[in-house]
């Protein structure tokens, strides 16, 4: 027995329940830790597509708005008070149809006041023509009167001076036929001026009664009955009309980097946001010279015409329009992400360059190699003779036998192209050589002369080659390893590129993935290594 002065010292001990709760946490941590910094495998999966035939579309993409191709403003050349409006929106109305009227009283009053004066002119001028009735019977009396006294003047029965009065009577009665006839043109003319005047009193009548200059549909009214109009300096507008809305005109607006590519005729794909799952076309007719500048950005203003059979599209709808300018169909194409890819590294690879004779080699050539960029650029690519393609290709004695006339053939065709400046037949020569080297070389020895023919058209790719393709590179995946395949690009919409080269339909292009540059990660939990780090490989 213990003494029962001493206490014994007793450890405080965790429930049982405890301790298996800290252990199965202790175990979680351990096992995500574990899983979190596991050695992950050097591969990652490529992302693939296949190469397909199909069509490529080439287009320029803008925003427009739909208008009618004839809209007329309906307005009143008077003014005056509006009596009746005949017409709403929407209205189908035919030339010629009364639309609206002002009240005519004031215009017909002055119509009958011009023809009260016409009245009273006519009646002046019949008293200023009885008046030359008068004048001439006068005048006749007084020749009658002058011709007897010259007679008996002459036979000595009447002194001379009788005579002279005579023939002064004679004048003054001349004279009086003249002023009566000039009063009764003067009349003519008056009335000839209330005429005209009464005339234009008449078509102002006539323009309180608005009709439509067309057949067509309303499809602005801004005018009510007991509006006041008033035409002072301009003809106000009171409604506007739409000719024929079975065609709309799409007016679109082309940003200036753009509108050198769009012409007349060119077909039009375009959406509204009020039926966002039909496609509507049309045709480019007018492409505007007059620029439109704004906030800084300079556009032009293309219009285009559509049929609009069920009357959906309405003036003033917004088109998000597509103005097609090339498609090409039944091509090889792939995504454009495989000519964008290129595997782990490819970038710090040497590049590979044909030179022209007398530029310091080309293939056939002295041997190039690789040469050393001055100022911290790093190395740059060099000119590549026939032995520094041997050995890139890793060419045995053998081969390379075989290969030194494909090189000399090569190089004369070259320096003959260059020399001439035709660059295209210089490509094609080295093409040539390719080819007939290509069946000399072992497997991966094809795969190396691939992997180079791509670098160097990638490098050497121009604009303005045959057709306007360009040069380009896309990897095909095979035997699960990237191959370069040299190819010509063309068309793109976007999504799809246009190519030709060796590829045929259901090749798998490379589009992303691929293997990842190695880092290292510490762990968390340290011991071993450096400070109790754990370098895992990502």
């Known amino acids: 027995m213990k003494p029962t002065g001493a206490r014994a010292l007793r450890r405080p001990k965790l429930p049982r329940p405890a301790l298996i709760g800290v252990a199965v946490v202790v175990l979680a941590l351990l096992a995500v830790v574990g899983w979190q910094f596991r050695p992950k495998g050097d591969e990652t999966p490529y992302r693939t597509a296949a190469v397909e035939h199909g069509a490529i579309t080439r287009t320029v993409s803008a925003s427009g708005v739909l208008e009618p191709l004839v809209t007329v403003d309906v307005g009143s050349q008077i003014s005056g008070l509006i009596r009746e409006v005949h017409v709403d929106f929407n209205d189908q109305v035919r030339r010629g149809q009364v639309l609206a009227e002002i009240d005519p009283q004031t215009y017909e009053s002055r119509v009958a006041q011009g023809q009260a004066e016409i009245a009273a002119g006519t009646a002046a001028l019949a008293t200023t023509q009885a008046a030359v009735r008068e004048a001439q019977a006068r005048l006749e009396v007084a020749r009658a009167d002058y011709d007897r006294k010259r007679t008996l003047v002459e036979q000595n029965i009447y002194a001379p001076s009788v005579l002279e009065q005579a023939e002064a009577a004679y004048k003054q009665a001349q004279a009086g036929v003249a002023s009566a006839q000039a009063q009764v043109a003067q009349q003519r003319a008056r009335i000839g001026q209330s005429q005209a005047a009464l005339r234009a009193q008449q078509v102002d009548l006539g323009r309180t009664t608005i009709t439509s200059p067309i057949d067509g549909v309303v499809v602005d009214r801004q005018v ?69 500048t704004e906030s800084n950005v300079t ?120 020399g001439s400046g035709d660059r295209e037949a210089a490509r094609k020569a080295r093409e040539e050589a390719f080819t007939k080297l290509e069946a000399i070389l072992k497997p991966e020895q094809k795969t190396k002369l691939a992997e180079l023919r791509a670098r160097m058209a990638s490098f050497g790719g121009r604009r303005g080659g045959a057709g306007g393709f360009t040069s380009g590179v896309v990897y095909v995946l095979r035997d699960g390893k990237p191959t370069a395949v040299p190819v010509q690009i063309g068309a793109t919409d976007g999504a799809f590129t246009e190519v030709r080269g060796p590829l045929k339909a259901g090749d798998q292009v490379i589009t992303g993935g691929g293997p990842k540059p190695k880092v290292q990660a510490r762990s968390p939990l340290g011991g071993g290594g450096q400070g109790g780090a754990t370098r895992v490989r990502l």
């Open 299 to 418: 556009a032009y203003v293309v219009m285009a015409v559509a049929e609009n059979p069920q009357g959906r599209l309405l003036p003033g709808m917004t088109a998000n329009a597509d103005i097609i300018l090339e498609e090409r169909r039944g091509v090889m194409k792939v995504p454009a992400a495989a000519l964008r890819w290129t595997p782990d590294g490819a970038q710090q690879q040497q590049q590979v360059r044909i030179g022209p004779p007398g530029m310091g080699g080309g293939f056939g050539g002295p041997p190039g190699g690789m040469r050393q960029g001055g100022g911290g650029q790093g190395q740059r690519a060099g000119l590549m003779g026939g032995q520094a393609m041997a050995q890139q290709l890793g060419l045995d004695a053998g081969q390379q036998k075989k290969a030194e006339p494909i090189f000399a053939e090569m190089r004369e065709k070259t320096r003959a192209a260059m």
């Open 224 to 292: 009510e009955p007991g509006q006041t109009v008033a035409a002072s300096l301009q003809a106000p507008i009171l409604f506007k009309i739409a000719q024929d809305l079975s065609k709309v005109e799409v007016k679109i607006s082309v940003d200036e980097a753009d509108i050198g590519q769009v012409r007349e005729g060119q077909q039009v794909r375009f959406t509204v946001d009020a039926f966002p799952d039909d496609n509507f076309t049309g045709v480019v007719t007018q492409v505007r010279k007059q620029p439109v």
